[in-house]
């Protein structure tokens, strides 16, 4: 009697919700995908990195060979084209090079030099990197930016610096101290004790800002700039008159969190928790009020970056900022970004163990790397919209926990891929696509936790059943690829809760062969070809 109630309620549950897993209620949706695209190409090196002056020191050796871990971290996001590294953020400001017989200021407390220059060219080389180098502006001493442009530019090598960023968050100076003073002797700005000592006074604005902006552009190298290195409307809109072609900004800049752990209020919807964090708002209101600058630099021939973005800023809390949260959130803050015409991403990782995309050391002769969960969004990411991708129209495909976004190639492949952000329920999408006309199968690779954990997962992280462990080589295995047959002319994909899956369609026997003879097979098994 107990089994055949078991039976009625299972059944009841079917008809109530359209499939039963057995471990966690699954809603059906019905996705269709267009063959209209509705983007332009994504430009070669969408996604980038952004590191701190003092970070960089850390992954890489005075001398000798390059860090081959750091090496494969960058070039899995950017497999083609050159990669762009932005280096400084909150670190330019904290960083100068040392001037004979000039005192270093007291905010300062990282020491640039041919060391560090040598340490960059080499990384740059190796890459082929476009990099985004930050200048001081804090300290307001033109004198320390002309000397440290002039050394990065000789140091480096003119061909990989692509622009010079004067400052970072000017709106902040006010508000953050520039260092603490403790018993009459200067203590770092973060320091528990001590008078915090500001570099600006409260009345500091954007016309002031301007204006030191100004007096350094006289005084460095001429040389493409890229701010404003803030994602405040009113300080970009005062940044405006410095963009080419009568300026000499190249590049308009902002910065991006999804939650934000210096707000202590528990009820914010920034505050930092993993509900807060896989919340639309998170993922997809980060460039509010910006479509009319990215529509004006492109028209002055330009580019727009989010060259600082990350799931939580103020480091966060653990269980949090090192959750597989924080991959679900990137892969739908990339798609977001990329929809609205941004140009690039550069996602920010530091030394931090927690609030990072991957953890650098060396142990027992040679690099390793420890890959937090934020990486791997990112990687699905750039599986699913490689260089030269357009964006397809998808119907049906956003609720308040799924995302579906889709793309074709520059070969007409095409993907989907699919984000469940439900805590507790898994999902059952039924995908129409008729932009794969012709194709009656397809793989589909797998974003998810082993433990079973879903998003609040912070190991056991797998793309495609692999993982990078501690790994020595920045480089993930082959990943392993279901396949998938259409029926009725649909395919069905079921995404657990808290994880992702990419749908690829497949090719012609052609197209395959062809792609799998240009990457020696690799590119084809981990879904990059076309």
């Not at 033109?142 to 140091?155: F, S, T, Y």
């Not at 690829?481 to 808290?498: C, N, Y």
């Amino acid at each position: 009697m107990r089994v055949a109630c078991a039976v009625m309620l299972a059944v009841a549950a079917v008809a109530l919700t359209g499939v039963w897993t057995g471990t966690a209620r699954a809603a059906q949706v019905n996705v269709t995908v267009s063959p209209t695209p509705v983007t332009r190409p994504l430009p070669e090196g969408f996604l980038g990195l952004a590191f701190t002056y003092s970070a960089l020191a850390q992954w890489m050796s005075a001398s000798g060979p390059v860090d081959p871990v750091l090496v494969g971290l960058i070039r899995n996001l950017t497999p083609s084209g050159r990669p762009w590294l932005r280096i400084g953020g909150e670190s330019a400001d904290r960083s100068w090079w040392p001037i004979a017989g000039e005192r270093r200021p007291l905010g300062i407390t990282y020491d640039l030099g041919p060391t560090w220059t040598e340490m960059a060219g080499r990384l740059a080389r190796a890459t082929d990197a476009r990099l985004m180098l930050g200048l001081e502006l804090e300290a307001d001493q033109p004198k320390i930016d002309a000397v440290e442009a002039r050394q990065l530019l000789h140091g480096v090598g003119a061909r990989y610096v692509q622009s010079f960023q004067i400052g970072n968050e000017p709106e902040l100076y006010s508000a953050i101290p520039w260092y603490k003073v403790l018993h009459g002797k200067p203590v770092v700005w973060y320091s528990p004790v001590g008078k915090p000592v500001y570099a600006r006074p409260r009345s500091y604005g954007p016309s002031q800002f301007i204006g030191e902006v100004s007096r350094i552009l006289r005084v460095i190298p001429r040389y493409p700039i890229a701010g404003p290195e803030t994602n405040i409307p009113a300080w970009t809109q005062a940044f405006l008159p410095f963009l080419k072609p009568n300026g000499r900004v190249s590049t308009l800049t902002t910065h991006a969190y999804g939650v934000n752990s210096c707000v202590k209020d528990t009820k914010s919807d920034v505050y930092p928790t993993v509900p807060n964090l896989l919340s639309l708002h998170a993922s997809r209101d980060l460039l509010d009020g910006t479509a009319p600058y990215i529509a004006l630099v492109h028209r002055r021939g330009g580019s727009y970056r989010i060259d600082e973005m990350g799931a939580v800023t103020c480091t966060g809390p653990a269980g949090v900022s090192n959750s597989m949260a924080t991959a679900l959130w990137a892969i739908d803050a990339l798609f977001d970004a990329a929809s609205q015409g941004v140009d690039g991403v550069n996602l920010h990782t530091t030394y931090s163990r927690i609030n990072n995309l991957f953890s650098l050391g060396f142990a027992d002769g040679r690099w390793q790397a420890t890959v937090q969960p934020l990486y791997y969004g990112a990687l699905l990411f750039e599986h699913a919209d490689p260089a030269g991708s357009r964006l397809l129209n998808v119907t049906g495909g956003t609720t308040g926990t799924l995302r579906v976004w889709a793309t074709e190639g520059s070969s007409r492949r095409v993907r989907v891929a699919i984000v469940n952000d439900s805590l507790s329920s898994d999902a059952v999408v039924r995908l129409r696509v008729p932009a794969a006309a012709g194709s009656t199968t397809g793989t589909v690779l797998r974003l998810q936790a082993s433990n079973g954990a879903g998003a609040y997962a912070t190991r056991g992280i797998t793309l495609g059943g692999r993982s990078f462990g501690t790994t020595t080589t920045g480089v993930l295995a082959a990943p392993t690829l279901e396949p998938i047959t259409s029926h009725g002319g649909a395919w069905t994909v079921t995404v657990p809760k808290g994880s992702a899956a990419l749908v690829t369609f497949g090719r012609s026997g052609s197209e395959a062969n062809a792609c799998r003879a240009s990457t020696g097979g690799a590119g084809d098994r981990a879904g990059r070809c076309g």
